[in-house]
């Protein structure tokens, strides 16, 4: 693999924003009576595992690796600009407002 993300570690955090998310839908779904019996709100999603094939695993690599090479990319505008040879916290902080809207 040049230059990009492993999409095995993509796929691993994913994974684990899934996982949060599971829990957290499950800790605020309220339970429903009907008929006497406890029906939990979802329950098919529930059961059915979070996944995600190999092609959208390479998109995802692909769209993170350009999200983050444009983010370098215009912090060193900025940097250059500011007649600074590094990017600096500062210069990440000042383009990703924009940079999250563009995208």
């Not at 600009?81 to 990017?87: D, L, V, Y």
Request: glycine share 6%; proline share 3%; net charge negative.
């Amino acid at each position: 693999m040049e230059n990009g993300f492993d999409p095995d570690l993509i796929y691993a955090i994913f994974k684990r924003v899934w996982s949060r998310k599971t829990r957290e839908r499950e800790a605020n779904e309220d339970v429903e009576m009907v008929g006497g019996s406890e029906v939990g709100i979802g329950t098919s999603k529930r059961n059915r595992p979070t996944t995600a094939n190999s092609n959208a695993l390479k998109l995802s690599c692909e769209l993170i690796k350009l999200f983050v090479a444009e983010a370098v990319n215009r912090a060193a505008i900025i940097a250059e600009a500011e007649g600074i040879n590094t990017i600096e916290a500062t210069h990440l902080e000042r383009v990703l407002p924009q940079l999250l809207l563009d995208f």
